[in-house]
């Protein structure tokens, strides 16, 4: 299927280190979900323990079922360490 | 009044006292968040604070909600400094004013607890000796050098 | 550091600030009990702290010993304004430093409820209507005029 | 017994109203204890409930069978409320 959305995906403390990058602009079949995005493009590189890692989209905290939009701002969020 | 927000500005908690200031208050608590000297027995300078600050402020501001309907509180200040914060600096204020002392406290040590549980910032600490580390990232050595 | 002392002069939660700053104590809980402007439902407009100063300033100094015994804290104040309060002003400040937040807020509150239980301090509240009287005296008219 | 020691006793709060007065300086026999201080010289316009009062001497919280010296500060202490 032709990718052409794109969403902007954020990476945040040892996330960023690991991608390299703290913002990534990635083009998506439509219909791609949250979770396919995660599996395909990111944890490869950011370890097998992202798989137990929060996500959001515009700002929001998101399930990985959930289709994602042109213009979508996913952000990956590592264990929070606050305070 | 409720004040939710993150800040690279340093914490005033002069700010926060005028923020709660309540005749029909008579318990206020205050709890302040210091960066420590060491973590986990190994010397540190300082702490950077990362955060994905639109989701930490709706968080906060959830917190906020759910506290208020938790417990017999007026007015919650929940501050939270991000950036690079040397030892001996506030990096985070939670403030409650209530009628009565046992809601300011349960309030005050719930919020802190769920600020640091579920609001998206992370902590990079700069050790004396050695490459800075994140907390949590399981891939890090934390070995003293 | 510790400072357990009876005031006439108003609370400055900024000293209590520097004397418990310390670069080992990760956490600050602060305790403000502040005049105010009803009790019981009756309107109030003041309180009036009547004290044994030197045997209230004993009795300070020996709650700080025993929370520096029951907890893992390390500066501690314990303030008590007397005199004529109005309403909205800080009467008690408990301030405590502390490694973790667990025992800061433990201490904290063990503090104030020591306080209020063993300290010779006494409130006389001026009522907006009738006459003054005082808490806790059996033999006094607590009825709306 | 004559009466040739004194102990200064100080009344707060509401027990300085009940006797009108902040100090009195009583003439005791010697030996007299706490308690005979309190019984024989104050219950009656104190009221039967400062039978259960705290009472200090020399600023230090004391039991009512000690014996009072010469010059001693005794103090009577209604329910505290402070705070």
Known sequence: ????????????SF???????????????????LGQLIEEQFVARLGPESQNWLFSVNQEWASRDLPLQDGDEVAVIPPVSGG | MNIT????????????????ADPECGAQVFFLGVVRNEFEGRASQGIFYDAYVSLAEKELARIATELHDAFDIRHLVLVHRIGDLPVGTASVLVAVAAGHRPDAFRAAKEGIDRIKARVPIWKREHWVKGPDTWHDDASASHDVE
Chains 1, 4 share one sequence.
């Not at chain 1, 913002?23 to 439509?30: G, N, S």
């Not at chain 2, 927000?5 to 709660?20: C, H, K, Q, S, Y």
């Open chain 1, 1 to 12: 299927m032709e990718k052409n959305i794109t969403v902007t995906t954020l990476f945040f």
């Open chain 1, 15 to 33: 996330a960023a280190d690991r991608m390299n990058a703290r913002q990534i602009q990635v083009p998506l079949a439509p219909g791609s979900t």
């Open chain 2, 5 to 20: 927000r993150l800040i690279t500005d340093p914490i005033d908690v002069n700010e926060a006292l005028g923020a709660i």
